[in-house]
């Protein structure tokens, strides 16, 4: 496998603040990557120096093959995010939404019909193409926001908190698109609160205070503190 | 020590609460554990006065929410889910604030804030906007606390919480009830139904259950299995179409499998099963018998 997003003791300071200190890790082609960390530990942070939206104080990072500091523009167009707080218009329509974000990462018209069509047929929202999003409950909008993050068939999608809130049935139907879109070669790089789905994850990485403190599969990380489940794993190492 | 009875409540065409009933006694913690969307604000703002509901009413501690709403606000103390402090304020003034509000003072029921605000006393002269979220959410707690309400709302206070943010919030809710607080907490992480002594079940305005944690468990009538493989996603599409299961989702390091209710035996079905996933070419196949969560019976009412 190869990788696709590589740091080597990536760093970020505000101030006399250090937000994320020396981090060092890398992605493979097609994991599904758990970002975890209390509140302030520097998830946000790296996550958007991993975006391009943050320069590094000191370190580098590689993203999808660009350096993140030098060719910011270059990892933007190859990766596709969405997150909680932002992610479509919710007074345009669902179709408006998909045209708008096909049309911001430069896809040709008839690609965007294309693509609107296969979406909407694959999240069966035929009938709610019309209508806005803000009308729509949120587990349908979470869905839509992660299949229009991987409309341009970016290598990577960041999604940061995307179930929050989501109800139950709708966060499973929503991994269900992760492990599709992660089988078919996209790398997905997430963070979450909810411990269960840090199990969906292939490899998980937790941050404390600005730096990585643990980083492996959730079965080695339960085994090495002695317990079943990745909750007490990480209240072990946040507390 | 609330009582609810038959509440609607529409917006527009929206209907975001239809025909709610409950009651919680004194001194419960009592649990409404829906996603969003479910109306649980919209029942919150209507219990402390701050919306009429369209039908129904609804009382507090004896007072009723739209004829007696004055006193009533002075009983309550209420934690909206938007951190709604002032950012600008310093922890000390924002508390001050409160205090005088409601013409009490930080010192006159100090004892029921103090394991709360000893952990965010160091910080007293910082801005309310510059905490972290889980000192803003101890900040919000002490002001919701500082008139020494009889029933205190809680309004999500765990969402876009941490795990150990949200399990130390819970171990300070327990110090309140030891003290003989009544507490209504909304929330749409289902595992902490488990920590409220009675729950209810909400989904599109309406309740699906009302129960103890136990009782909601214990309704849940499928054998249900836990089962791995080296591949999850192929692992649920799979088991998905064997005969016998009624479903298969995602359930942490495991997928629960829910059986049909056909009479055969929980270790036949396991048999069974890991038969089936050695058919189909899975290896490192584990598979067990399961205990249903509270997740898992809202997963059932939902489809239901």
């Known amino acids: 496998m190869a990788t696709v997003i590589q740091t080597d003791r990536l760093t970020r300071t505000f101030g006399a603040f250090t937000a994320v200190d020396a981090i060092t890790f890398d992605v493979q082609t097609g994991e599904i990557f758990g970002f975890l960390g209390a509140n302030g530990a520097g998830k946000t942070t790296a996550l958007k120096m991993l975006t391009g939206l943050l320069s590094p104080s000191a370190g580098s990072a590689t993203v999808a093959g660009f350096d993140v500091w030098k060719h910011p523009d270059q990892v933007k167009k190859r990766i596709g995010y969405m997150s909680q707080k932002f992610s479509l218009y919710e007074d345009l329509t669902v179709r408006e939404n998909i045209r708008l974000y096909g049309g911001i990462y430069g896809l040709k018209m008839a690609d965007i019909k294309s693509k609107t069509q296969v979406l909407l047929q694959k999240l069966e929202l035929e009938a709610e193409a019309g209508k806005l999003v803000g009308s729509l409950p949120l587990g349908w909008k979470q869905k839509l926001a992660f299949s229009v993050a991987l409309l341009h068939e970016p290598r990577i999608v960041f999604l940061d908190e995307p179930t929050s809130g989501v109800d139950p049935l709708t966060r499973r139907q929503f991994w269900e698109l992760i492990y599709e879109a992660a089988a078919q070669g996209v790398t997905l790089m997430i963070t979450t609160h909810y411990m269960d789905e840090a199990e969906y994850c292939d490899r998980v990485s937790i941050m404390v205070d600005g730096r990585i403190e643990a980083l492996d599969t959730p079965r080695a990380l339960k085994q090495q503190y002695g317990t079943d489940n990745m909750d007490e794993v990480f209240r072990r190492l946040a507390r | ?304």
């Open chain 2, 1 to 304: 020590m609330i009582t609810v009875h038959n509440i609607s409540k529409s917006y527009g065409t929206l209907q975001a609460l239809h025909d709610i009933s409950f009651e919680v006694k004194e001194g419960e913690i009592f649990g409404i554990i829906g996603p969003d969307g479910a109306g649980k604000t919209s029942l919150f703002r209507i219990l402390t006065t701050l919306l009429t509901p369209d039908q129904g009413h609804a009382s507090v501690a004896g007072l009723d929410v739209v004829k007696d709403y004055k006193k009533l606000r002075q009983i309550v103390g209420y934690m909206p889910g938007r951190f709604s402090l002032y950012q600008d304020l310093t922890v000390e003034e924002n508390l001050d604030f409160f205090a005088s509000v409601f013409g009490t003072s930080i010192r006159e029921h100090y004892d029921l804030i103090a394991p709360i605000y000893r952990q965010i006393e160091p910080f007293n002269k910082r801005r309310a906007g510059a905490l972290s979220g889980g000192m803003k959410q101890k900040l919000a707690l002490c002001c919701a606390l500082i008139h020494k309400p009889e029933v205190l709302f809680l309004d999500e206070p765990g969402t876009g919480v941490d795990p150990v943010s949200r399990k130390e919030f819970w171990e300070m809710l327990a110090d309140l009830k030891r003290q003989g607080l009544t507490m209504l907490v909304s929330t749409p992480y289902m595992d902490e139904a488990e920590l409220c002594d009675r729950v209810a079940l909400i989904q599109k305005g309406k309740i699906m259950s009302i129960d103890t944690p136990q009782g909601i468990m214990s309704a849940f009538k499928n054998p249900l299995l836990a089962a791995r493989s080296d591949n999850m996603y192929q692992l649920i599409k799979d088991l998905r179409t064997m005969d016998g299961v009624a479903d298969c989702y995602a359930f942490g390091e495991f997928a629960h499998v829910k059986m049909n209710k056909d009479g055969t035996g929980i270790q036949a079905s396991e048999e069974a099963v890991r038969h089936f996933l050695q058919e189909k070419q899975h290896h490192n196949i584990e598979v067990k018998p399961a205990a249903a969560t509270v997740e898992d019976c809202f997963i059932e009412l939902m489809k239901n």
